[in-house]
């Protein structure tokens, strides 16, 4: 991939191995989301690694399939990281995820779409057969057609957006329901999950400053009425 994006241009890359950074197996205490990733009782490596996401334009996450999932260092990291499936960040980056194996790959990119929250656009997934035995010519001729076109996705969705700091021109619809249905959940479960409501609290139309279509307000605040009506069981006894 990163041979392939340097055909279209000069791109710099830095590979982040989990098996060479120091951390610590999830604790599952919920602190990184009920009260915030500052809270967290763990003190190793991963606010490092989460800097050099920020700092980066695109991101590649990639898992071999272990079982029809991600392998246990990605699952850790993944865990590690939950806080970001309530409170979305890395909105400036573009990301691919790519899995390897014999089969059961759409199950490890399933999962590795919910790895850092729904914050980066996804413009690439690509399973790579990699059993223990060698291919037949055509079929590699063809994988390779694939990276190479996940890799232009990848340069060309950077290239796209950099005069914007990386953002979308706009959210899509799907994701702003996203954002009203959290910011929604924050306020009625405030004293619960206390980080979600102050993250969400002073936010207007998004996460960051957009214009978001009149029809699509009234299309979301519609379907958020209806999904609320269906998990009122999860509602709290008490406010």
């Known amino acids: 991939i990163e041979d392939e994006m340097n055909k279209l241009g000069p791109v710099e890359f830095e590979h ?33 690694i989460e800097s050099k996401i920020d700092q980066a334009d ?39 995820l790519v899995s390897n194996a014999g089969a059961g790959m759409e199950k490890t990119i399933e999962a590795l779409r919910l790895a850092v929250g729904a914050g980066p656009e996804i413009v690439g997934e690509l399973s790579y057969l990699s059993p223990p035995w060698q291919l037949a010519e055509k079929v590699q001729r063809k994988q390779q057609k694939r990276l190479a076109k996940n890799a232009e996705h990848l340069y060309r969705a950077i290239e796209r957006d950099a005069p914007r700091g990386g953002l979308p021109k706009r959210p899509s619809f799907s994701d702003y329901v996203r954002f009203r249905f959290f910011q ?43 999904s609320m009506f269906f998990m009122r069981d999860m509602a709290p006894s008490e406010p």
């Open 16 to 48: 982040i191995f989990l098996r060479e950074q120091n951390l610590e197996l999830c604790k599952g205490c919920f602190n990184c989301v009920i009260r915030g990733r500052e809270f967290r009782p763990l003190k190793d490596d991963l606010p490092t």
């Open 58 to 96: 695109g991101l590649i996450l990639v898992s071999p399939c272990y079982v029809s999932n991600v392998s246990w260092l990605m699952k850790n990291f993944m865990d590690r990281m939950c806080y970001t499936n309530h409170r979305h960040r890395f909105f400036h980056q573009k990301m691919l």
């Open 184 to 226: 929604k959940i924050s306020e009625d479960v405030r004293n619960y999950l206390k980080a979600d409501y102050q993250f969400y609290k002073d936010m207007k139309s998004y996460y960051y400053p957009t214009k978001i279509n009149p029809c699509q307000r009234i299309a979301a605040s519609l379907m958020l009425k209806t």
